[in-house]
């Protein structure tokens, strides 16, 4: 049941947000949560999408089909769940209930497993709709998550709030990926659903000790009493929030980053074996050097960005960062060299994650710093923007590759083609993120204006 909350002056509410926050060690407890999320989710881009190709000998495509899926049901869903959970008084019920949702549906997607092992379709039906509903989960959990750190961490706590929350999905997805790959030897089908069971417990039981009182004292700020009973619809509100110049620029800002980020997913391994004959082994090693320098970027993104603040600048900055990367491996067959090559690639993991830290952060900003409560609802939308990224882009990068290796008649001309579309895409992304931030800071000012000129009336 919905409590009613007393209307408060802007100024108040404005007051409230800047005042409220959370200590490290509570931002560093939701990282966790954002960890289990990714431990649930990564059984289906791991173990299970090998488990279908390489022991069931089926197409790539379905994997890549139910990841799509996964990332479709995001687009629809976390718009309506940010909303929802706006609208009423606690998000920590949604986070737990949307945890539990989505292990169900990664138990659902291990156990459709055996059934595509007899009876393809029927199997592949099973596992579609398991894909639903974790995506479903995930949606329920993660944007009411980030809904409630953006919030309740102070200004200069946002850019810390980001690397912890991206470094811990990390950590969770390696200690995932790892501990399932040890105990799934020798490999059956009970097996694996019974570490998706395990993952999706323990995700649970994690979350739960990291929400534990977090969530104490009242919201910094809350939608209208319309909103709240349920007068003002869904359509008119996410409608309000589209109007906003920023939130459309920025929306257009996460599709564009996400897209070229994601496409790189599947094609810079292969490229490396292609154009500078690095063994399976030397370019699973190139591919951890990428990930390293993300985590480095990341962290010194967040050290340095807590101090400067302008995160929606230091986002653009990664963005034209990895847009040179990416200039510089299109010219890197011409070097010969796979140690000028690692660099490069070292350097793009480096831009990357200045990018991810300054889009997250800055993604919390123009969310926290609004004091119409609508913080879910805009992280709905930004995140939507993310997961029809991720669907298009992962599948985009491989398809894109192929297109131009039969147009040029050149594999290696084909990636290249594909590099440089993403050095194009994070280009823009640059620009309009500095779009945004330019078009936020002068809908401000005439907020302020407009407050101004209301207290010199009254």
Not at 154 to 182: D, E, F, N, Y
Not at 256 to 280: C, H, K, N, R, V
Not at 373 to 385: C, D, I, M, P, Q
Request: charged share 10%; with cysteine; hydrophobic share 55%.
């Amino acid at each position: 049941m919905t409590t009613a909350v007393a209307p408060v002056s802007m100024s108040t509410q404005a007051r409230r947000s800047v005042e409220a926050g959370m200590s490290w060690w509570q931002l560093t407890r939701l990282g966790f949560v954002q960890a289990a999320i990714g431990a649930v989710v990564v059984l289906l881009t791991t173990t299970i999408n090998r488990v279908i190709v390489v022991e069931l000998g089926l197409p790539a495509l379905i994997p890549g089909l139910l990841v799509a899926l996964h990332f479709g049901v995001q687009l629809i869903l976390r718009p309506r769940m940010g909303h929802d959970s706006d609208r009423h008084g606690r998000r920590t019920p949604w986070i737990l209930g949307g945890l539990l949702v989505c292990a169900l549906g990664g138990i659902g997607v291990a156990a459709s497993i055996p059934v595509m092992a007899t009876n393809v379709v029927l199997g592949v039906a099973l596992a579609s709709l398991a894909s639903v509903i974790l995506g479903a989960g995930v949606s329920a959990a993660g944007t009411p998550l980030l809904a409630l750190m953006s919030e309740r961490a102070k200004p200069s706590q946002r850019a810390g709030a980001a690397a912890i929350t991206w470094i811990l999905m990390i950590v969770g997805i390696i200690i995932t990926a790892a501990t399932s790959g040890a105990l799934l030897d020798p490999f059956s089908y009970t097996r694996l659903i019974a570490i998706a069971g395990g993952i999706g417990a323990v995700g649970l039981l994690v979350a739960w000790l990291a929400t534990l009182g977090v969530e104490r004292g009242p919201r910094p700020v809350m939608p209208s009493q319309d909103e709240i009973d349920g007068k003002t619809s869904f359509r008119t509100t996410l409608q309000t929030v589209w109007n906003e110049p920023a939130a459309r620029l920025f929306s257009g800002f996460i599709f564009l980053a996400m897209f070229a980020y994601s496409a790189q997913d599947l094609i810079l391994e292969p490229f490396a074996g292609i154009a500078f004959g690095m063994t399976p082994g030397e370019s699973t090693k190139l591919s951890g050097a990428h990930h390293g320098g993300v985590l480095a970027g990341m962290i010194v993104a967040a050290l340095l960005a807590t101090r400067t603040g302008q995160l929606r600048h230091w986002a653009a900055a990664g963005c034209g960062a990895s847009a040179l990367a990416y200039l510089a491996m299109v010219a890197s067959p011409g070097f010969s060299s796979v140690t000028v090559f690692t660099a490069i690639v070292v350097v793009l993991g480096l831009s990357n994650g200045v990018f991810a830290i300054g889009a997250i952060g800055s993604m919390m900003a123009l969310t926290g710093d609004k004091t119409d409560g609508r913080a879910g609802l805009r992280l709905g939308v930004f995140g939507a923007a993310q997961a029809l990224a991720y669907a298009v882009g992962t599948m985009s990068g491989a398809a894109g590759v192929d297109a131009a290796r039969a147009i040029l008649d050149s594999p290696v001309r084909g990636y290249l083609a594909v590099f440089a579309v993403q050095a194009l895409l994070f280009g823009a992304s640059a620009w309009l993120a500095l779009r945004s931030a330019s078009s936020e800071r002068a809908t401000d000012v005439f907020q302020q204006r407009g407050e101004m000129l209301s207290a010199v009336i009254q």
